[in-house]
């Protein structure tokens, strides 16, 4: 079965093609289109989504010797994410759905990470423990199958990526925080300052707020002006906080693995790139004899192979969506089951 | 809540009864802009003034720029902090936001952004004091 993905949630555009479980092309806009399109355009934009969509489509069906026609099931993400983006990528799936008269699914965001493990060669086994660490949201989920997902913990106000983002800003570091501030970790001393780790009443919880403001706090303690901390100190700052935000994800991890029945355990999403982070779940998993599947770079963020896989499992499962389907911006309160 | 308002809370729990207090008086198709340093309690002012509307899944919307909340009312939260222009603002479809009279506009690092800003609408800034405690002042602008 050839199945197109289409991704446009954020800031990337997105576009792949899968033959059964093999990734013929996935193709990310920042990457392969960065300056292909004339013009100045905003990074953060619909009219950027609007413009590259199609090239990108066309290019990923070149890049896998096929024809439109050839494709049997058609995806994309309907949210959660900015409207006027997703918009852009479900509206021209739809059309083309319509056009093509082929079936449609529209995917969660969401699912697409929590299943991005199985692009891998080597795929997770349920029941799987599966942490989704990114820019807007931090999830701990406990997998049964493609169909059975219930959520553990969620972050009660900052996502992970972005208490990096803000850490990084504060350490005049720049955007995105992620990869600066791990640089940044491998020349500090992790142990210099010991920053807090919440404490939550739902044991599988996060919260970053208060790590931010105690890293706020700590710089405005010891230095008076941001400009005059030595590099020294801010890889040393990095280095702590990255810890502290390690340990957090790492806590909850493990009382789960305690606490449920788990075959293996997967670290998805954008700040899965983090070095750190892969090693330390690693190293957990090895502790507990669990499969660990970490997806390699290129799948860890918004990409549309993972969307073009988890509507391919809805499809089998029997699903199919309507050419109604609507975008949503939040996952809501209650989207996963939560017991 | 007369306008302009000061008020210094000495923790969170302090800014929760101020965020219910504002909450009372919120109405529909106001904009109101919070201004304060990173760590300042911007989202947490939003997530308590929401709780009073029965919403408990305010959390930050730095990263996704736009958080939609509905219940009892229809809230937009937003965060200018990871934009970089204006253009990148309409082209997310600020003006259908704005043109919402049915919902409020909540704006963290509004400032950032300021050309954006609709001459009508409500600005809160907070100044981190010692420790736990915080400055709120309210200042209306028509």
Same mark, same amino acid.
């Given at each position: &079965? ?167 800003? &504060? ?78 994800? &790492? ?54 192979? &993972? ?33 | ?41 911007? @989202? ?34 937003? %965060? ?19 043109? %919402?009279? %049915? ?28 420790? @736990? ?10």
């Amino acid at each position: &079965m050839i199945v197109l993905g289409i991704e446009s949630s954020c800031d990337e555009t997105s576009a792949a093609i899968l033959s059964g479980n093999n990734i013929l092309s996935n193709l990310i806009s920042s990457q392969d289109f960065h300056a292909d399109y004339g013009g100045v355009v905003p990074e953060l934009s619909s009219r950027a989504h609007l413009q590259i969509i199609k090239p990108l489509v066309d290019k990923a069906l070149k890049e896998s010797n096929l024809n439109c026609a050839d494709i049997d099931l058609i995806t994309a993400t309907a949210g959660p994410g900015l409207i006027g983006a997703l918009l852009v990528g479900l509206t021209y799936a739809k059309g083309l759905a319509f056009s093509l008269n082929k079936p449609f699914i529209a995917v969660n965001h969401i699912e697409g990470h929590i299943f991005s493990g199985f692009l891998m060669e080597d795929k997770p086994e349920f029941p799987l423990l599966t942490l989704v660490v990114s820019g807007g949201h931090t999830l701990l989920l406990y997998v049964k199958s493609f169909m059975e997902i219930q959520q553990l913990g969620t972050t009660v106000d900052d996502a992970t990526g972005e208490a990096f983002d803000k850490v990084s800003k &504060m350490l005049s570091f720049g955007y995105p925080g992620g990869p600066k501030i791990q640089n940044a970790s491998k020349i500090g001393d992790e142990d210099k300052i010991k920053f807090p780790v919440a404490v939550l009443k739902k044991p599988y919880n996060f919260s970053f707020s208060g790590l931010k403001t105690s890293v706020l706090r700590y710089i405005q303690k010891n230095f008076s002006n941001v400009n005059d901390i030595p590099e020294k100190e801010k890889n040393d700052i990095a280095a702590s906080f990255q810890k502290a935000v390690v340990i957090a994800l &790492m806590q909850n991890t493990e009382r789960a693995l305690h606490n449920y029945d788990v075959k293996s355990i997967s670290l998805v999403g954008g700040v899965a790139a983090n070095a750190k982070l892969r090693n330390e779940i690693t190293i957990l998993s090895k502790k507990y004899g669990k499969k660990i599947i970490i997806p390699s770079l290129e799948f860890c963020g918004d990409n549309a192979a &993972m969307i073009a896989l988890r509507g391919k499992s809805l499809f089998e499962s029997g699903r199919q969506d309507s050419l109604n389907a609507k975008p949503y911006p939040s996952l809501g309160e209650n989207y996963f089951h939560t017991s | 809540m007369k306008l302009p308002y000061a008020v210094t809370v000495n923790d969170e729990k302090g800014t929760e009864e101020l965020a219910i207090k504002f909450a009372k008086e919120l109405q529909n198709g106001q904009v109101i802009i919070l201004n304060g340093n990173l760590g300042s309690g911007k @989202t947490f002012f939003i997530k308590k003034v929401m709780k009073h509307f029965g919403i408990n899944y305010v959390n930050s919307p730095s990263f996704a720029i736009v958080n939609e909340y509905e219940s009892k009312i229809k809230a937009y939260h937003f %965060d200018f902090y990871r934009l970089m222009n204006m253009d990148e603002l309409f082209d997310i479809g600020w003006q259908d936001y704005l043109n %919402d009279a %049915d919902a409020v506009i909540f704006i963290e690092w509004g400032e950032l952004i300021n050309e954006a800003l609709p001459k009508e609408r409500l600005e809160i800034f907070i100044t981190i004091l010692e420790g @736990t405690m915080r400055k709120f002042e309210f200042i209306k602008y028509e």
